[in-house]
């Protein structure tokens, strides 16, 4: 009878060991994006841009099992009811954009106040080879649009993950691209032509950048085996006769494309923009 029971309980632990979730391990991430604060502030009152790829970030995110991501919304609301540790992360949020530089105490009080471990910082400025002035894309809109210059803008994005507990920068990375219409202008004289950029930024943001940085965090948290293959090499060589031009009947791989990395980091996933 002991036998019975003890083979039952022994089954009963096999099988919950197999139904159990993959990644028992729960990493919480807040998200925040440089201009959480600034709601509707510019001229043609579109969302900022690091507002438009941190909702991104987050809903890509949250498809993957072991990642909690707090809404941001929630992250506002919360703020707003604590105006000294919102003053604090604005101006941690404003240093970070313009020096990049990250304090590590302003983010422990916002991880203990969320209850994470890690952050992500996601900021968006734009520049061009005319001036380095750091500015808001649609502060630049508006201003090219004002005074009718039609040269093209740079607009740089950066996603910085850290890890609050050790105060360590865990993964970053910069995107750029170029913004302008099929001329090569960038320029708003209206408001479909300003609602034209912004479905081009939305895009841009929804199907290269966010995806590229949801998988980075997701590979920095849980790790891929590296998997090793093995290559058969025959010592014997003898008999062995030399064909020329051998290989021409190979074809190029056909998704080969030629691309440009902005560190070289290769742990990175790479989209071509």
Request: glycine share 2%.
């Amino acid at each position: 009878m002991k036998k019975i029971i003890y083979g039952f309980l022994f089954t009963f632990c096999m099988l919950i060991g197999l139904v159990m979730p993959s990644h028992a391990v729960q990493f919480d991430v807040v998200v925040l994006p440089a201009d959480i604060f600034n709601v509707c502030d510019n001229y043609f009152c579109f969302p900022e841009p690091s507002e438009i790829l941190a909702n991104d970030v987050i809903q890509d995110l949250d498809n993957y099992k072991g990642i909690n991501i707090i809404e941001l919304s929630r992250v506002r609301s919360y703020m707003n009811t604590n105006p000294e540790l919102k003053a604090e992360t604005e101006a941690m949020l404003k240093t970070f954009e313009q020096t990049e530089r990250i304090d590590f105490d302003t983010l422990d009080k916002i991880s203990k106040a969320f209850g994470v471990k890690s952050v992500i910082i996601i900021s968006c400025y734009a520049i061009t080879d005319r001036s380095a002035t750091r500015r808001g894309l649609w502060e630049v809109l508006e201003i090219s649009s004002a005074f009718k210059i039609t040269y093209p803008f740079n607009l740089t994005t950066t996603a910085v993950l850290t890890d609050t507990v050790n105060n360590v920068v865990m993964w970053s990375s910069k995107y750029n691209k170029t913004v302008s219409d099929s001329n090569g202008y960038f320029l708003a004289l209206n408001q479909a032509q300003a609602v034209s950029h912004l479905e081009k930024i939305k895009q841009y943001f929804k199907n290269n950048v966010s995806k590229n940085i949801s998988q980075n965090v997701h590979l920095r948290f849980f790790p891929k085996d590296v998997r090793t293959f093995s290559v058969n090499k025959k010592e014997n060589n003898e008999g062995k006769q030399f064909i020329p031009n051998a290989l021409e009947h190979l074809s190029k791989p056909k998704m080969m494309k030629n691309f440009e990395l902005e560190d070289d980091n290769p742990d990175d996933f790479i989209f071509e923009f």
